[in-house]
């Protein structure tokens, strides 16, 4: 970007006449180009920075799962992000049709793990996720872009 001139429109006082700028900005077409680029995978970026912050909660909400044989422990998992026009969203879950109730009931005694097991850990990562989701942001940016991003 460079200042050539000013403009002869814009208001400048009687005691400095004859003052024009010009702003001429070379390579417009490929900032607008990056936009676009920015647009498309802006989202797809946002929900994978979502997923690992997810899969990040899901490993410590293993960690905190009540095992007898292990299968409800093992039904663990982050499903896909789901993308939409304007939103995107990430779904942490277990696969057994009693889960629920252990997750729910906490008067019952566990040799291995606590009951809240994944509420418990969705809550204490509460704190500090958008700076970590902002983070991994950053970080996807900066390998797709490099230097570019500050």
């Given at each position: 970007?460079?200042?050539?001139?000013?403009?002869?429109?814009?208001?400048?006082?009687?005691?400095?006449?004859?003052?024009?700028?010009?702003?001429?900005?070379?390579?417009?077409?490929?900032?607008?180009?990056?936009?676009?680029?920015?647009?498309?995978?802006?989202?797809?970026?946002?929900?994978?920075?979502?997923?690992?912050?997810?899969?990040?909660?899901?490993?410590?909400?293993?960690?905190?799962?009540?095992?007898?044989?292990?299968?409800?422990r093992s039904?663990?998992?982050?499903?896909?992000?789901?993308?939409?026009?304007?939103?995107?969203?990430?779904?942490?879950?277990?696969?057994?049709?009693?889960?629920?109730?252990?997750?729910?009931?906490?008067?019952?005694?566990?040799?291995?793990g606590k009951?809240?097991?994944?509420?418990?850990?969705?809550?204490?990562?509460?704190?500090?996720?958008?700076?970590?989701?902002?983070?991994?942001?950053?970080?996807?940016?900066?390998?797709?872009?490099?230097?570019?991003?500050?």
């Open positions: 970007m460079r200042v050539l001139r000013q403009a002869p429109y814009l208001a400048v006082p009687r005691s400095c006449p004859g003052v024009d700028v010009t702003i001429d900005w070379d390579g417009i077409n490929e900032f607008v180009r990056a936009l676009d680029v920015t647009a498309r995978v802006a989202p797809e970026d946002i929900a994978g920075a979502m997923f690992e912050e997810a899969e990040s909660i899901m490993g410590k909400a293993k960690a905190d799962t009540p095992v007898d044989f292990g299968n409800l039904s663990g998992h982050v499903q896909r992000p789901e993308i939409r026009r304007d939103s995107a969203s990430v779904t942490l879950a277990y696969g057994t049709d009693y889960a629920v109730f252990v997750h729910e009931i906490r008067d019952a005694t566990h040799t291995v009951a809240k097991f994944l509420e418990s850990n969705v809550n204490a990562a509460a704190s500090g996720m958008a700076q970590r989701l902002a983070s991994r942001i950053k970080r996807r940016w900066k390998m797709r872009w490099g230097n570019a991003v500050k």
